[in-house]
């Protein structure tokens, strides 16, 4: 079983930083594919950002170039680091597992209960 924990999430004024991390308890994941999906108010869940195994990623085309995925396998963690963000960055924030090929379409098995991000 595994149980994924987000945490990092806040409020920020545009242009500045956050560092969201995910941590998997229960078991290890150094297999999964690892991504990070948002869902704004009013809006459909987006994938952001997602890493397999071999620390490969990929990203929306909104957040490329700001935001970058990286994996912490000795701390069983993932994170998702955001620069310059954006008022349209503000949304709810998820991170999942899955298992198979790894995308921002991935079918995510696993999920976090979110953390709320909001930039304005």
């Known amino acids: 079983h595994v149980q994924l924990v987000e945490s990092g999430g806040g409020s920020v004024q545009a242009g500045g930083s956050l560092r969201l991390s995910c941590r998997a308890k229960g078991t290890i994941y150094h297999d999964a594919c690892v991504g990070w999906l948002r869902q704004a108010p009013g809006k459909e869940r987006e994938g952001v950002a997602a890493?397999?195994?071999?620390?490969?990623?990929s990203y929306a085309d909104s957040v490329k170039g700001r935001f970058t995925v990286s994996r912490d396998n000795a701390n069983n963690t993932v994170n998702l680091m955001m620069n310059s963000l954006k008022p349209e960055d503000t949304a709810v924030y998820y991170c999942?597992?899955?298992?198979?090929?790894?995308?921002?379409?991935?079918?995510?098995?696993?999920w976090g209960r979110g953390t709320q991000v909001t930039v304005s």
């Open positions: 890493i397999d195994s071999d620390g490969i990623a």
């Open positions: 999942a597992a899955g298992w198979g090929h790894c995308d921002l379409q991935t079918d995510f098995q696993h």
